[in-house]
C-alpha cells in the first residue's frame, strides 16, 4: 500500500490515539496469569498487541475480543497449558521477549519464533538470565536469535546485573520471577520504562523499587482487574511532532499516557523549544494519564544522548525529522539499540532524510542532522517499519511537493487508523 502525503498549510483539532502499545501487551499477559476476569478498554488491537492475545490463547486461556475492548478469563499462573503448536510473535519483539519469561517458569515446553524481521533481533539478552535462572532455552547463532525452543520449569530466584537498560529484559525476568518463589531483583545502567512494575503491582504483587534496583516476590496470588489503556504516547508524538512543525498548527490529544520513564521526547522537545501544555493531569489504574496542548512552535537543535535515551527510544526516528525542520545541528548518540527494531533505524533515518533533502550523517550509535533546510517532497521507503513510515508521513506535512511512503500498511502494527487521523486535522 501506498500513501501520498502533501504539504499541510494548517494543522487544528483534536486527536485521540490508540491505547498505549507496550501496557497493551502486559495487560493480556497479566490478565492471563491472574485469576478470574480481566477487562481491558481501549486496547490496541496492531498486529503486534494481537500476536500476544493468540499466544495467550495457544497457551489455554479465554480471551474475548470486543470493539475496543478484550476480556481475559483466566485460573490463574499455574492454569497455562503446554501448546499444541508452535507459538507465532509475529514481528513483535515485545511479545516474544515477555513470553520468553513466562514460559521459562511454566513446566512445560514451548517453541516461540516470528518473521524474518524477528529473527534476526537479538533474543541472547533475556536467554542469558532466564537460563540462569534454570530455564533451558536453545535458539539460533549460538542461542542469540529466534526461534527459542523453551523447556520451563521450577525456577531460582536471582539478582540479576542487566548490561543493557532494556524493559523488555527487565519485565521477561520479572515475569519469571512472578511465577518463581522467592525474590527475585533486576539492576539495569540506567532506568527503563516501569509499566511491567506499575501493572504488577495493581494486579496484587509485591513489587518494590530502589533507583535502577527491581525486586518482585514470587508466586503471588494475582486477581483480574478492569484496566483503561491511556492512549499510547509513541503514538501521540507523531501529532505533537507535527503540530511543533506546522506553522500555527492548534492540537488537542487526548487522553495520553504519561508516565515518566516514557517522557524523555516530551522534555527534548521543550528544550528545542516547543510549546506543549499539559492539562487534566490524573492517574488510571496506576498510570498517569494528561490532554496534550501543542502548537506551532520556532525550534532548535539540541544534543540528546546519555541517560535519557532508554525514555525515548522509539520516538527517536521523529525526532529526527522533528530536528531536520529546525534550526542549528542535532546530535543523537548512545542509540545503538537502535539498529535492532523493526528496521535498522540509525540507517533508516539517514535515508529516509536525506531522500527528502535534509543534511543528515550516520554515526554508529546514532546520527547528526543539520536543520533549517526545505525538505522536498520524494518517495519514502517504510522499510517496513511502522515508525518509519509515520515519521515520514510527518516529514511530509512540511516538505514541498508530494511525499510518496511505500509498504505503508506497515503502520496498522501500531496506529491502525493513522492516515484517516492525520487527514482529519488537516485544515483544507
Known amino acids: 500500500m501506498e500513501v501520498t502525503i502533501l504539504p499541510a498549510k494548517e494543522l487544528r483539532g483534536q486527536v485521540r490515539v490508540p ?16 485469576c478470574g476476569e480481566t477487562e481491558i478498554d481501549n486496547f490496541l488491537f496492531g498486529g503486534d498487541c494481537l500476536s500476544t492475545i493468540g499466544i495467550i490463547r495457544a497457551l489455554g486461556v479465554q480471551v474475548v475480543t470486543e470493539e475496543n475492548r478484550v476480556v481475559v478469563r483466566s485460573a490463574g499462573m499455574d492454569g497455562l497449558l503446554e501448546p499444541e503448536n508452535i507459538l507465532d510473535a509475529g514481528n513483535s519483539g515485545t511479545t516474544t521477549r515477555l513470553m520468553a519469561g513466562v514460559l521459562s517458569g511454566c513446566p512445560f515446553f514451548s517453541v516461540l519464533t516470528g518473521d524474518n524481521s524477528l529473527r534476526q533481533r537479538p533474543m541472547g539478552r533475556v536467554i542469558k538470565p532466564l537460563t540462569t535462572m534454570g530455564a ?4 539460533r547463532k549460538g542461542n542469540s536469535l529466534a526461534p527459542l525452543a523453551i ?3 521450577k525456577l531460582r530466584a536471582i539478582d540479576y546485573y542487566s548490561p543493557v537498560a532494556s ?3 527487565k519485565s521477561a525476568v520479572m515475569l519469571a520471577g512472578l511465577l518463581t518463589a522467592g525474590v527475585t531483583t533486576v ?22 523499587v530502589d533507583g535502577q534496583r ?19 504516547i509513541s503514538s501521540a508524538m507523531f501529532f ?9 498548527a492548534e492540537l488537542e490529544i487526548l487522553n495520553v499516557g504519561i508516565n515518566p520513564t516514557r517522557t524523555g521526547a516530551l522534555e527534548i522537545l521543550k528544550d528545542m523549544g516547543a510549546d506543549i501544555v499539559l492539562q487534566n493531569v490524573r492517574e488510571v489504574n496506576g498510570e498517569p494519564v494528561a490532554d496534550l496542548k501543542v502548537h506551532g512552535s520556532p525550534l532548535n537543535g539540541t544534543d540528546i544522548g546519555g541517560e535519557i535515551i532508554p525514555k525515548l527510544i522509539d520516538e527517536l526516528p521523529v525526532l529526527a525529522v522533528v530536528a531536520a525542520l529546525a534550526n542549528g545541528e542535532t546530535v543523537v548518540r548512545d542509540a545503538a539499540e537502535l539498529r535492532h527494531k523493526e528496521s535498522d533505524r540509525i540507517t533508516a533515518v539517514v535515508r529516509l532524510l536525506g531522500g527528502l533533502g535534509a543534511q543528515v550523517s550516520e554515526r554508529p550509535d546514532g546520527f547528526v542532522v543539520r536543520g533549517g533546510r ?12 511502522h515508525r518509519m513510515a509515520m515519521a515520514a508521513a510527518v516529514a511530509g506535512l512540511s516538505a514541498r511537493g508530494a511525499t510518496t511512503i511505500k509498504d505503508a500498511e506497515c503502520i496498522d502494527i501500531s496506529f491502525p487508523y493513522f492516515i484517516n487521523t492525520l487527514n482529519g486535522i488537516i485544515v483544507k
Open 374 to 385: 526545505q525538505l522536498i517532497g520524494a518517495p519514502c521507503d517504510s522499510f517496513g517499519d
Open 240 to 248: 505533537i511532532a507535527a503540530g511543533i512543525t506546522v506553522p500555527g
Open 136 to 139: 533451558r532455552i536453545t535458539a
Open 19 to 34: 491505547g498505549d502499545k507496550s501496557i497493551s501487551h502486559r495487560a493480556v499477559i497479566l490478565g492471563a496469569l491472574a
Open 151 to 153: 523447556q520451563g520449569g
Open 187 to 208: 539492576i539495569e545502567p540506567a532506568r527503563s520504562r516501569d509499566h511491567t512494575e506499575r501493572m504488577l503491582e495493581y494486579f496484587g504483587a509485591r513489587v518494590e
Open 167 to 169: 524493559a523488555q529484559v
Open 214 to 232: 527491581v525486586s518482585i516476590w514470587g508466586r503471588p496470588n494475582l486477581i483480574g482487574k478492569s484496566i483503561s489503556i491511556p492512549g499510547d
